[in-house]
């Protein structure tokens, strides 16, 4: 699959087989997250693979939008690293660049996942964090549930003329 392809017709899986996702496959999505660019180089990012069952059916109870990880044979949650900034403040868009090249490598490799948000919620920081013993350098800003699609949505063309300006806020190309 070409990386446009990919773009084009991943969508948001919530629904899963129950077919293992196999280790080697997991290390390919972790490969590709760690790909992504960040600031100043900082790679902020830290990684928690989600496997246990137990774990996978509390998540919903102090992440009420995740009750697909009930159904997901996995999950990664993606935390930032604030002691390994060099731009204090981007290890959001450090780790959102990781989830995006994570959501892109599962479609590519034949899986489904969707991004759940964490940060800034202060309450689900805070259920992940108690959770997952995460101390306060360690922000969990997105759990990603991946799995084997058990649904196939088609793609959307999501572009929208209205939304692009040229040279400056509200300026249409002539």
């Known amino acids: 699959m070409d990386t446009l392809e990919a773009i084009h017709n991943r969508r948001s899986i919530r629904k899963y087989t129950d077919r293992l996702v196999p280790r080697e496959l997991v290390n390919e999505l972790l490969r590709a997250a760690m790909c992504a660019p960040s600031a100043v180089n900082a790679q902020t990012w830290v990684f928690i693979v989600i496997d246990d069952r137990k774990l996978l059916e509390e998540i919903p109870t102090y992440s009420p939008y995740a009750g697909m ?17 060099k731009a204090p403040g981007f290890w959001v868009q450090d780790c959102s660049a990781a989830i995006q090249n994570l959501l892109l490598a599962a479609h590519a490799l034949g899986l489904g996942a969707v991004w759940t948000g964490i940060y800034p ?11 997952f013993g995460l101390p306060e350098h360690i922000i969990p800003l997105g759990l990603v549930p991946i799995g084997y699609p058990a649904q196939q949505p088609g793609p959307q063309d999501r572009y929208t003329e209205e939304k692009v300006f040229h040279n400056r806020y509200g300026r249409k190309k002539e």
């Open 69 to 85: 990880c009930r159904g997901a044979p996995l999950a990664i949650l993606v935390c930032g690293d604030t002691t390994l900034e």
């Open 121 to 131: 919620m202060e309450d689900r920081v805070e259920g992940f964090r108690k959770a």
